[in-house]
């Protein structure tokens, strides 16, 4: 039956309401990934907005426990895995609580910017059987955060009888606690180190890093427990940061350059070190370190650079600035080794490779726990050269010997120092 055009023209328009009325409905969603697999975690909290937008991984909702107890190994790593897959500026949260964790592999590269939110206490197990390395491990990431006022805890009283280094050269090298490796653009702040296992921090292959109110604690006998050490990375800067550890608050290792240390507090230790330099083979330079506004308290050492005398490769350091250094009761606040030893393993014939310049110390005052305030102890081969000495007053605290400086193979200039330090 043929119909009028008024009536085609009614049915178009309601097949035209229809259709979008349908093309408006949701499809029907997928299971969402990850809650009903197998292993039974909850899948990560996803993103708010869009693909590129920020999100967060909260570990206590991907089966961690805050009781101290619980394995929360896996929820880290599936927290890290969730907030370095997405794009846009993602967080690992760590609440407050406890977390008992063995090894973390934090691999990059991450898709967008992470930030490790520690508001809780990591605990590293002292199951030494589960490490094949360190504890936690970051590499390969840009733009990365670890902030917080929670604590890295590696709970190294429990093993450090493990420790043999100081009767083995090549000893077995216990866990670091935070290792980053090949990090650019990256900010450590707030948190606190205690009581790693080996060094609390180890920064390799690193560029643009800023370490701030840092705290780092352990006790002064703890074998080899450095607070941060630096190596063949560039544009490192540690600020306000207190240290107070068994060995180096601070060690800048070889290939670093562009290192900035400032207002730093450090004690007990071994002080703030560069080195040692030497003891392998292709190590590459240390130039550019600057160490200014520190306060060093009862240390074994000052402002130390240390080498090898036997090194093993050819390395210069140079261009090193110590300045408003403030010293208490320190046994050597300003010492230049280049006879560095450890375990007796040197030759004391063997040939220097090492060479040190352009240095200098500058407003260093306070104390010293021993007669010599100033150690400058270069080598005869290659004599330190450049070595400037400007208004340094450090004084013996004792009351047997008179304060003292021993200056061997060291050629430079001293301005404005006491008499008995105005060795050059």
């Known amino acids: 039956m043929a119909l009028g055009s008024n009536a085609m023209r009614v049915i178009f328009l309601l097949a035209m309401v229809v259709c979008a009325a349908h093309a408006g409905k949701p499809a029907p969603k997928e299971k969402e990934k990850g809650k009903d697999e197998k292993s039974g975690g909850a899948a990560a909290e996803a993103p708010s907005g869009s693909a590129g937008g920020s999100g967060s991984s909260d570990i206590s909702k991907l089966g961690a426990k805050g009781d101290g107890k619980t394995d929360s190994t896996k929820a880290l790593n599936d927290a890290w895995a969730a907030a370095c897959g997405k794009e846009g500026a993602q967080t690992l949260m760590i609440p407050k609580g406890d977390y008992l964790a063995g090894p973390l592999n934090f691999t990059g590269p991450c898709k967008g910017s ?42 190294g009283k429990q093993v450090w009888d493990n420790n043999k280094c100081a009767q083995k050269y090549d000893c077995k090298i216990l866990p ?57 990375s560039s544009k490192v800067t540690i600020t306000g940061t207190t240290i107070g550890v068994g060995d180096d608050c601070i060690s800048i290792g070889p290939g670093s350059t562009g290192i900035n ?48 005398e036997d090194a093993a490769c050819v390395v210069t350091a140079s261009k090193l600035h110590y300045e408003n250094i403030a010293m208490e009761d320190v046994a050597n606040p300003i010492i230049i080794d280049m006879k560095y030893c450890p375990n007796k393993i040197c030759s004391a ?59 061997n193979n060291a050629k430079g200039s001293a301005t404005g120092c006491l008499k008995e330090l105005a060795c050059l």
């Open 114 to 155: 992470v930030t490790i939110q520690l508001d809780g206490n990591l605990l590293g197990t002292t199951d030494l059987s589960q490490y094949k390395g360190n504890w936690i491990e970051i590499e390969h990431v840009d733009n990365l955060v670890i902030t917080g006022k929670g604590t890295l805890d590696g709970q």
């Open 176 to 232: 670091n606690s935070l290792v980053l490796d090949y990090v650019n653009n990256g900010t450590v702040s707030g948190i606190t180190l205690l009581n790693a296992k080996f060094f609390h921090m180890n920064i390799f292959q690193c560029k643009d890093m800023t370490i701030k109110d840092v705290t780092v604690t352990a006790p002064g006998d703890s074998p080899n427990t450095d607070g941060i050490h630096i190596g063949d």
């Open 261 to 308: 240390v400032t207002g730093v507090t450090c004690g007990p230790g071994h002080g703030i070190s560069v080195g040692s330099l030497g003891r392998y083979k292709d190590e590459k330079d240390v130039t550019d370190i600057n160490v200014k506004d520190c306060t060093l308290k009862k240390t074994s050492n000052g402002v130390r650079i240390k080498s090898y």
């Open 349 to 407: 014939k063997g040939d220097s490779k090492v060479t040190v310049k352009d240095v200098t110390f500058k407003n260093i005052t306070g104390t010293s726990s021993t007669p010599e305030a100033v150690s400058l102890l270069c080598s005869d081969k290659i004599p330190c050269s450049g070595v400037t000495m400007d208004n340094i007053k450090v004084e013996y605290k004792g009351t047997n010997n008179k304060t003292m400086a021993v200056c």
